[in-house]
């Protein structure tokens, strides 16, 4: 069983529309939660960093991490053609520096 | 401010020849880290280095290995390539330091290795 699980998709969804995007994890060490977005043949970008449980908001991108149930959220508000890209969540131990684990990503379209 | 340089952005190379992989950290940052990309494995974890010391290391052969500079600039080498080692390599840089948990990771725009 691989430490980090997220459903590949692809997930379809109109423009305007919200989406939900998730992953499960197994270890319960785990305290720091990502969000990243990667448009092909690019790079992760960072689009949310979490700390221990509760909700953070910025824009129209809310993160929820749930750490009973190990379970962590990406809402997007208002989706637009230009979110379509592969969401990746990752995340870490305390003092265990860089080294996160990576969900294997959701192919996401937002289609006009 | 620049964000994370990873040279060169493509390279081919032949199986059994060997390849080093470049990565500048944003400025003011010293933890680099290093991961592979492909598309059945997602990103797998190579190694972190923090002020020119390897402080974590994932599980991939002793043929990948790397250092860092004084610079915090980083280096990845991989000996005796594989197929199996195409992949897109991506370096993170973090201003995390000693004793504290992960911080905001940068990743640069990766390099992608084809092996024939």
């Known amino acids: 069983q691989k430490e980090v699980e997220q459903d590949p998709g692809p997930l379809s969804v109109p423009e305007g529309a919200i989406v939900s995007l998730n992953c499960t994890y197994s270890n319960s060490a785990f305290q720091y939660f990502m969000w990243y977005r990667q448009y092909s043949r690019k790079g992760p970008e960072l689009l949310m960093y979490?700390?221990?449980?509760g909700n953070k908001e910025d824009g129209r991108f809310t993160a929820q991490v749930d750490k009973s149930s190990k379970y962590i959220s990406l809402f997007i508000r208002d989706s637009q053609p230009s979110d379509s890209a592969t969401y990746l969540c990752a995340m870490s131990h305390l003092n265990t520096g860089n080294q996160f684990y990576f969900g294997t990503g959701t192919s996401l379209t937002v289609i006009p | 401010k620049a964000g994370v340089t990873q040279t060169p952005r493509y390279l081919i190379k032949t199986r059994g020849q060997q390849v080093t992989l470049s990565c500048s950290p944003i400025?003011?940052?010293?933890?680099v880290s290093w991961y592979q990309q492909t598309p059945g494995q997602g990103l797998q974890f190579l190694f972190e280095y923090f002020s020119e010391t390897q402080r974590n290391k994932g599980n991939f052969p002793g043929r990948f290995s790397g250092r860092q500079f004084s610079n915090s600039r980083s280096e990845m080498n991989v000996s005796t390539l594989e197929l199996g080692d195409s992949a897109l390599y991506l370096c993170a840089s973090s201003s995390m330091g000693l004793g504290l948990g992960s911080t905001e990771a940068f990743f640069g725009q990766g390099t992608r290795l084809t092996v024939v």
């Open positions: 979490t700390y221990s449980s």
């Open positions: 400025s003011g940052h010293r933890s």
